[in-house]
């Protein structure tokens, strides 16, 4: 849902938002979502354990990745909540106590998270590419698919895509393979070849 208030958004405005939304302020504009929904969730939990492996971690300290899951990233007056982002660790080599200031290396965004939509997720995308973020993932929860892009500076390049029958392997972790099937583990998630209804895999 997308609020419009008298005055640009500022982060007061977002503090007194519903604890039990995402909100953020896009342009101005602040912007909420639900974020309690179990399929997104579990798309979101999966997808992380996907990345584990490119993790830095205490037992994993030599790789190059600081992925976290619904971070929240001040950008001058623009605050983002993306699903998941990643940081290289040259560029965020230690996790700050409260929000990041810096713009991810690597951002993923659930295009059908809500059912009501994302209104502002284009402009998201756009603030996204203008800070400088190299690579978006998109992924679509009806059907399950991955869309992968690049930002060449002007706009974000596609260069791949994935269904629920495939095996993903994208930049910027393409020494990481996992099949998209997996983010929906308890219920095959409905593919591009089924044809009843676009709906979660769950609501069958």
């Not at 699903?83 to 990041?100: C, K, N, Y």
Request: aromatic share 8%; hydrophobic share 45%; with cysteine.
């Amino acid at each position: 849902m997308i609020y419009r208030t008298k005055h640009p958004a500022i982060y007061a405005d977002l503090e007194v938002a519903s604890p039990y939304l995402v909100a953020e302020i896009i342009d101005g504009v602040l912007v909420t979502r639900h974020h309690g929904y179990a399929a997104p969730a579990m798309v979101r939990t999966m997808l992380a354990h996907s990345l584990c492996d490119a993790r830095q971690t205490p037992s994993n300290p030599n790789t190059l990745w600081q992925v976290l899951t619904l971070p929240e990233i001040h950008l001058g007056s623009d605050v983002v909540v993306p699903e998941l982002a990643a940081w290289s660790v040259d560029r965020l080599p230690f996790l700050p106590d409260e929000h990041v200031t810096i713009a991810p290396d690597w951002v993923c965004e659930l295009t059908s998270a809500d059912p009501a939509g994302n209104p502002a997720l284009s402009k998201k995308t756009d603030l996204f590419r203008r800070v400088g973020v190299r690579h978006l993932w998109q992924v679509d929860l009806r059907p399950l698919s991955l869309e992968a892009f690049e930002n060449d500076g002007d706009q974000w390049l596609k260069i791949g895509d994935w269904t629920s029958d495939d095996i993903v392997r994208a930049p910027p972790f393409d020494a990481i393979s996992f099949s998209l099937a997996e983010l929906w583990p308890l219920d095959k998630p409905l593919g591009f070849n089924e044809d009843p209804q676009a709906l979660y895999a769950g609501d069958r």
